[in-house]
């Protein structure tokens, strides 16, 4: 380390900074410094107006070597037929991984695919597998749909090498979002090893377990919550790994991660970042080899609007910025229409070129990791992995992920931050452009798809208290 390096990174007086001070006295005529210029994120924590520049920081890799990162659009209409018209049409304009969200899963938000191998058969039929990426979303029958996508990957005799799939399964997003599982928890516990076996006696590719955050942030969670949360899990995979007697080291690269991505740009690129080094952090202390972490961002639910819609078009593009500048493998943007319901093809096409613009205009993927050496990512990088670890460490104290989940600890802790983020918008001191702040007196009509609309339910076993996802403008009583 270079002495420039040791003097950033000790509390040396800063001649600048101390000048710049003065200044803000100055220019505050009084006021308090820490209620004007400091802020707090929801774990409380302390986000300065200046930092100085990182010059430790290691840039963080993304895991998916292509460039720029997948652009993956969701297929969830229960309409097989215009699902596969979408499916086509995404991938003959610029998409390049298709996310299956089928009815039932937490995700789905009401829609989704019908739940058949048929239905699988018919959206993949056409599409070119060796250059799209296929993401299942984690859903209550998980295992059920990773045996069709096998079957009708052999059916096409595709060469699992040029493959790039993610099972989605996930039993703590399942067991969250639905408040039940199809067995015991003791029984799933002592059936994953068999199945997990079974998946690498196939040589099957890409990730098969995901410890997903976008329940528990959707329901009202904050970064560390979410981030915490999805560490238990992967933990909670290692240890089913380990059951079924595979080595470590090669179960790792078979554990991905998704998480939800909002408008708040520097948090949600620190909290990206935060991810790879909490999952090199886990490996490192089971004494493995650091895989690199494979996350798929979707922009957050919760900050869908009804009022306004076109508002969630700048929501998600800033989200979508953040996602693909905090080093996000595969993302997808919510159309902004989704809080009326099943979106439409313009909304679907927006959400889409959004992230086309990103890449191929803005060349966002052009440099490795954009936020490395900031001062202010750097920060809120270190310290949303603090808190997070403390979340972890707490879930696992509490007999990991699952059993937290069965004793309701972590909804306690999710509802709780809800509810304080809640009272801020109800007392004005947040504020949600075009519903709470700059409402608009006139609302344009807006087009969506004619679906019914279905609650996530599952055969029940085991319960708990199911995580709902709610968006802000309802939690206010804001939305018509």
């Known amino acids: 380390m270079g002495a420039g390096a040791l003097i950033q990174d000790t509390e040396v007086p800063n001649p600048d900074r101390q000048r710049w001070l003065a200044l803000v006295e100055k220019a505050l005529a009084g006021g308090s410094f820490e209620e004007k210029l400091v802020s707090h994120t929801d774990d409380a924590i302390r986000i300065e107006p200046l930092y100085d520049r990182s010059v430790t920081a290691e840039p963080l890799a993304r895991a998916n070597p292509r460039s720029p990162w997948i652009v993956s659009q969701r297929i969830d209409d229960p309409d097989v037929g215009r699902a596969k018209a979408q499916a086509l049409d995404d991938v003959a304009q610029g998409a390049t991984g298709l996310s299956l969200v089928f009815e039932g899963a937490p995700n789905a938000f009401g829609y989704g695919l019908p739940r058949t191998a048929e239905a699988l058969e018919t959206v993949l039929d056409g599409v070119p597998l060796n250059r799209i990426q296929v993401r299942i979303d984690a859903h209550p029958w998980s295992r059920a749909v990773a045996d069709w996508l096998v079957a009708f990957l052999t059916k096409r005799r595709s060469d699992p090498a040029k493959l790039n799939l993610s099972f989605g399964i996930d039993p703590a997003a399942i067991f969250a979002g639905t408040g039940r599982l199809r067995m015991s928890i003791e029984a799933l516990q002592a059936s994953m090893p068999q199945s997990l076996a079974h998946f690498f006696s196939m040589g099957v590719p890409g990730v098969l377990l995901e410890a997903d955050g976008r329940v528990f942030h959707n329901a009202g969670a904050t970064e560390a919550q979410e981030l915490g949360t999805m560490m238990a899990s992967a933990v909670s995979y290692l240890r089913m790994f380990e059951e079924a007697r595979q080595p470590l080291v090669y179960a790792a690269p078979h554990i991905g991660f998704a998480l939800s991505i909002d408008q708040d740009q520097f948090v949600s690129m620190a909290k990206v970042r935060a991810l790879r080094r909490l999952w090199a952090r886990v490996q490192?202390?089971?004494?493995?080899?650091?895989?690199?972490?494979?996350?798929?961002?979707?922009?957050?639910?919760?900050?869908?609007?009804?009022?306004?819609?076109?508002?969630?078009?700048?929501?998600?593009?800033?989200?979508?910025?953040a996602a693909a500048a905090g080093g996000a493998d595969s993302i997808s943007i919510l159309p902004h229409t989704i809080a009326h319901g099943l979106p439409a093809g313009f909304a679907r096409r927006v959400a889409r070129n959004t992230q086309l613009i990103m890449a191929n205009e803005s060349h966002i993927d052009h440099v490795a990791d954009p936020a490395c050496g900031s001062g202010a990512v750097e920060a809120l990088t270190?310290?949303?992995?603090?808190?997070?670890?403390?979340?972890?460490?707490?879930?696992?104290?509490?007999?990991?992920?699952?059993?937290?989940?069965?004793?309701?600890?972590?909804?306690?802790?999710?509802?709780?931050?809800?509810?304080?983020?809640?009272?801020?918008?109800?007392?004005?001191?947040?504020?949600?452009?075009?519903?709470?702040?700059?409402?608009?007196?006139?609302?344009?009509?807006?087009?969506?798809?004619?679906?019914?609309?279905?609650?996530?339910?599952?055969?029940?076993?085991?319960?708990?208290?199911?995580?709902?996802?709610?968006?802000?403008?309802?939690s206010i009583g804001a939305a018509p």
């Open 284 to 321: 490192e202390a089971c004494s493995i080899p650091a895989a690199t972490a494979n996350i798929h961002a979707e922009t957050s639910f919760r900050m869908m609007t009804s009022a306004d819609p076109e508002t969630n078009i700048l929501r998600t593009a800033i989200a979508g910025f």
């Open 382 to 474: 270190a310290d949303l992995c603090e808190v997070a670890w403390e979340e972890f460490q707490r879930i696992e104290a509490e007999g990991g992920v699952l059993s937290s989940l069965q004793q309701g600890h972590i909804q306690k802790r999710v509802q709780a931050a809800s509810a304080h983020r809640n009272a801020a918008y109800r007392a004005g001191e947040r504020a949600i452009i075009g519903t709470t702040l700059y409402p608009s007196k006139t609302e344009r009509p807006v087009e969506t798809l004619v679906a019914e609309r279905r609650p996530a339910v599952t055969e029940s076993v085991a319960v708990c208290e199911p995580l709902f996802p709610i968006r802000i403008d309802q």
